[in-house]
């Protein structure tokens, strides 16, 4: 069963008991009834909230989700830039990040409060879609510089990461990379990441077009 007919689940027990407890108002007088109404009026609201909150929260890391807002839309093209220099683009056609959740993937912070601090720049991002002052597209920036170590959750230990020849330029190179004391968006090596300003003028790459797991571009 899937979350949304979880949910679905649990609002129609809801909404059935809280109709029995209201068409027979005489039953509370008895001890099952008082259960069944306490049920129905504290324990069954309370988890249709819990478990549609869940279902959001969960929806929420969806990359369809994140390109739903019209601001991300350009993001999302940027994801099909036919170029290997362009991190986010390069990552989502070879799926080294689940392309369902390439924007959770690469976006939350890797540590212990991670995703709460994922959900709590999502509401934020929220109150500015609907109550705010949308940014253009190209004028949307990360809160903080991103973090090695969001890289290193997947790279780290990897042959190709450990062994790149880039990495391995001049003498602690690769541990000044680990530390996170040099980043890897500097300009001298992975510089290039949505670059939205530059889509009018980018080779897209376009993908097979019975491939489910690319329905975004558009």
Same mark, same amino acid.
């Given at each position: 069963?899937?979350?949304? /007919?979880?949910?679905?689940?649990? *609002?129609a027990?809801?909404?059935? %008991?809280?109709?029995?407890?209201? &068409? ?10 008082? *259960? ?10 309370a988890?249709? &909230? ?9 929806? %929420? ?8 807002? !019209? ?10 830039? @036919? ?9 989502? /056609?070879?799926?080294?990040v689940?392309?369902?959740?390439a924007?959770?993937?690469? !976006?939350? @912070? ?19 879609q ?22 290193l !959750?997947? !790279? ?7 062994? &790149? ?11 000044? *990379?680990? %530390?996170?004391?040099? %980043? ?9 990441t949505? @670059? ?12 097979k077009?019975? @491939? ?7």
């Open positions: 069963m899937s979350p949304g /007919q979880i949910v679905v689940a649990v *609002i027990i809801a909404a059935a %008991s809280a109709f029995v407890v209201a &068409a027979w108002p005489t039953m509370t007088r008895e001890r099952g009834g008082k *259960i069944l109404t306490f049920f129905a009026l504290f324990i069954f609201p988890a249709v &909230a819990l478990s549609g909150g869940f279902w959001h929260l969960e929806r %929420s890391k969806e990359t369809q989700f994140c390109l739903s807002c !019209h601001t991300m839309s350009e993001h999302g093209r940027s994801l099909f830039i @036919d170029d290997p220099s362009y991190i986010p683009a390069a990552h989502y /056609q070879n799926s080294r689940p392309r369902d959740q924007c959770y993937t690469c !976006h939350k @912070d890797y540590t212990m409060y991670g995703d709460v601090a994922a959900k709590m720049r999502g509401l934020r991002h929220v109150y500015v609907y109550l705010g002052n949308r940014p253009e597209p190209a004028k949307i920036k990360l809160y903080t510089p991103y973090n090695n170590r969001e890289c !959750h997947c !790279h780290a230990g990897a042959r190709s990461f450990e062994e &790149a020849s880039a990495h391995q330029r001049k003498p602690g190179q690769l541990a000044a *990379i680990k %530390s996170n004391s040099m %980043s890897c968006m500097n300009g001298k090596c992975h510089e290039f949505h @670059d939205v300003e530059s889509l009018k003028d980018a080779k897209m790459w376009e993908p077009s019975n @491939d489910p797991t690319t329905t975004i571009k558009n």
